[in-house]
């Protein structure tokens, strides 16, 4: 098994910052847009981005986070999975731009479940998907709106996020 | 684990498991949307030989809650009661396709049974059985006093340290049975009042403290005081002289109450018999939690079925 760093902790933090910058080009500004992370890297990426929002933007952008476990398709065919706390911020999501935010897009099957969960929470106006990597094999029709790195990658291939908060250092490495 | 029939199976790693999904699954209630989809397509099937309200309807919003459809059975008005064995029945619900069974009998030990046995192939969950357990009350209990210490910050906290005195019928309760062993699983220290002859023969082997009187239990500083029901056919046994000589030397009442300090949760399993082992001043005073019991009973029902039911196998690990 031979062990490839694709992005290192500065590449992370210049994803971030540029899909900081596409967010707010893309909303016009900061206004009414809240960050839910996905558990339980996306929660860390989307308390980095709404960092770096609030810093160009110069006012706090709502963060939280949405667990998805409960509506994942492929329940029955795991062990059970142990869910994570939802917190939605102070003013919900409803008529709110929200931008789910997760380290790895592939199948698209987590998206789908945070699209169900998204709507039983309340009725955004737009929603939107930010991604740190996106590797590709998608087996339903979503896309990321905002991607920190396109890896074009085997199914065979692992890939690995590893972050601070959870791992005790920033890389994205690709095994196979 | 692939069914809950004994806290005392539980390991504490398990038992925390089960309160902090209950916390998710509790967060569900205060939703738009008070449903979530896991359970969609399963069966739960509630299986009670015994009445009850309170239990079997927490059950079922819980299986509802998570989009399982409910099949309720009582002994009632069914074959039971023209004499189909618990084995017959067990393997027509197998035939029915149920994927999981809440099943509550007066005889101890049939959840154990009715596990044990192949005649039907889906987890089972005790909701009181005889004597013996009621595991998903404890669990709730044990929910509900975390909650109330630790408030947004329970999740992944035991209740170490924490002082429970349970008073009341502890020879015939099958929630006290089940406090106890998940109690000192989690750390809290347990004491049990009552009369002598309302305690079990083994209780000197348990991990408990006991009283003979309340008024001694009560000079111990307790966190919560957990009153059972005294059952109405127990006064014809003569376990206690009278039912009003039982509320005065373990009544909760009103002064008594005064005694403990203003955030000492006061608990009860319900239905209440309020002025036998409870006063209404007690029931409905601000240290009581009755009613959170009630609410929290749904969220741990819902964590119990989920962890049972949705994986492809283990259950509770």
């Given at each position: 098994?031979?062990a490839?760093?694709?992005?290192?902790n500065?590449?992370?933090?210049?994803?971030?910052t540029?899909?900081?910058h596409?967010?707010?080009e893309?909303?016009?500004?900061?206004?009414?847009?809240?960050?839910?992370?996905?558990?339980t890297?996306?929660?860390h990426l989307a308390?980095?981005?709404?960092?770096?929002?609030?810093?160009l933007?110069?006012?706090?952008?709502?963060v939280?986070?949405?667990?998805?476990?409960?509506?994942?398709?492929?329940?029955?065919?795991?062990?059970?999975r142990a869910?994570?706390?939802?917190?939605?911020?102070?003013?919900g999501?409803?008529?709110?731009?929200v931008?789910?935010?997760?380290?790895?897009?592939y199948?698209?099957?987590?998206?789908?479940?945070?699209?169900d969960?998204?709507s039983d929470?309340?009725?955004?106006?737009?929603?939107?998907?930010a991604?740190?990597?996106d590797?590709?094999?998608?087996?339903?029709?979503?896309r990321?709106?905002?991607?920190?790195?396109?890896?074009?990658?085997?199914s065979?291939?692992?890939?690995?996020?590893?972050l601070?908060?959870?791992?005790?250092?920033?890389?994205?490495t690709?095994?196979? | 684990?692939?069914?809950?029939?004994?806290?005392?199976d539980?390991?504490?790693?398990?038992?925390?498991?089960?309160?902090?999904?209950?916390?998710?699954?509790a967060?569900?209630?205060?939703r738009e949307?008070?449903?979530?989809?896991?359970?969609?397509?399963?069966?739960?099937v509630?299986?009670?030989?015994?009445?009850?309200?309170?239990?079997r309807?927490?059950?079922?919003?819980?299986?509802?809650?998570?989009?399982?459809?409910?099949?309720?059975?009582s002994?009632?008005?069914?074959?039971?009661?023209?004499?189909?064995?618990?084995?017959?029945?067990?393997?027509?619900?197998a035939?029915?396709?149920?994927?999981?069974?809440?099943i509550?009998?007066?005889?101890?030990?049939?959840?154990a049974?009715?596990?044990?046995?192949?005649?039907?192939?889906?987890?089972?969950?005790?909701?009181?059985?005889?004597?013996?357990?009621?595991p998903?009350?404890?669990?709730l209990?044990?929910?509900?006093?975390?909650?109330r210490l630790?408030?947004?910050?329970?999740?992944?906290?035991?209740?170490?340290?924490?002082?429970?005195?349970i008073?009341?019928?502890?020879?015939?309760s099958r929630?006290?049975?089940?406090?106890?062993?998940?109690l000192?699983?989690?750390?809290?220290?347990?004491?049990?009042?009552?009369?002598?002859?309302?305690?079990?023969?083994?209780?000197?082997?348990?991990?408990?403290?006991?009283?003979?009187?309340?008024?001694d239990?009560?000079?111990?500083?307790?966190?919560?005081?957990?009153?059972?029901?005294?059952?109405?056919e127990?006064?014809?046994?003569?376990?206690f002289?009278?039912?009003?000589?039982?509320?005065r030397?373990?009544?909760?009442?009103?002064?008594?109450l005064?005694?403990?300090?203003?955030?000492?949760?006061?608990?009860?399993?319900?239905p209440?018999?309020?002025?036998?082992?409870i006063?209404?001043?007690?029931?409905?005073?601000?240290?009581?939690?009755?009613?959170?019991?009630?609410?929290?009973?749904?969220?741990?029902?819902?964590?119990?079925?989920?962890?049972l039911?949705?994986?492809?196998?283990?259950?509770?690990?």
């Amino acid at each position: 098994m031979t062990a490839r760093t694709v992005l290192q902790n500065a590449d992370i933090t210049r994803a971030l910052t540029r899909i900081a910058h596409e967010i707010l080009e893309a909303n016009r500004g900061a206004s009414d847009l809240v960050l839910l992370g996905i558990p339980t890297r996306g929660v860390h990426l989307a308390r980095r981005l709404g960092a770096v929002l609030a810093r160009l933007d110069d006012a706090p952008v709502p963060v939280g986070a949405l667990d998805v476990t409960m509506y994942r398709d492929d329940l029955s065919r795991n062990p059970t999975r142990a869910p994570h706390p939802t917190e939605i911020p102070d003013g919900g999501i409803d008529g709110r731009t929200v931008v789910l935010v997760d380290d790895v897009l592939y199948s698209g099957r987590t998206i789908r479940a945070a699209l169900d969960a998204l709507s039983d929470l309340g009725r955004p106006r737009v929603v939107r998907l930010a991604v740190l990597v996106d590797r590709g094999h998608r087996e339903l029709p979503i896309r990321a709106d905002f991607v920190g790195k396109n890896l074009p990658s085997a199914s065979s291939e692992r890939i690995f996020v590893r972050l601070d908060e959870t791992d005790g250092s920033d890389e994205v490495t690709i095994e196979s | 684990m692939r069914h809950l029939l004994s806290t005392a199976d539980l390991t504490r790693e398990q038992a925390v498991r089960i309160l902090d999904v209950a916390e998710d699954m509790a967060d569900v209630a205060t939703r738009e949307v008070k449903k979530l989809p896991t359970l969609r397509g399963r069966t739960v099937v509630n299986l009670f030989f015994e009445d009850s309200t309170r239990t079997r309807i927490s059950f079922e919003a819980a299986a509802k809650r998570l989009s399982a459809d409910v099949i309720n059975f009582s002994a009632k008005g069914s074959s039971v009661s023209k004499g189909e064995s618990l084995k017959d029945t067990a393997q027509t619900l197998a035939a029915i396709g149920a994927d999981g069974v809440v099943i509550r009998h007066s005889a101890s030990g049939a959840p154990a049974v009715l596990a044990a046995n192949a005649w039907i192939d889906a987890p089972v969950v005790n909701a009181g059985d005889g004597t013996h357990e009621h595991p998903t009350q404890a669990l709730l209990d044990a929910f509900t006093i975390r909650r109330r210490l630790h408030g947004a910050g329970a999740r992944g906290r035991s209740l170490d340290g924490v002082r429970v005195v349970i008073v009341g019928d502890i020879l015939h309760s099958r929630v006290a049975r089940s406090n106890v062993w998940l109690l000192a699983t989690l750390g809290a220290e347990v004491r049990l009042v009552a009369p002598a002859t309302l305690l079990p023969l083994g209780v000197r082997d348990w991990p408990v403290e006991v009283d003979l009187h309340l008024d001694d239990a009560l000079t111990t500083n307790p966190d919560v005081v957990m009153m059972l029901r005294i059952q109405g056919e127990r006064m014809r046994d003569a376990f206690f002289p009278s039912a009003r000589e039982y509320a005065r030397e373990y009544g909760l009442d009103e002064e008594r109450l005064g005694r403990l300090r203003a955030d000492t949760m006061v608990m009860h399993p319900g239905p209440m018999n309020r002025g036998l082992e409870i006063s209404a001043a007690a029931a409905d005073s601000a240290r009581s939690v009755v009613l959170d019991q009630v609410a929290n009973g749904v969220s741990i029902r819902m964590a119990v079925l989920y962890l049972l039911l949705s994986g492809a196998e283990e259950g509770i690990a």
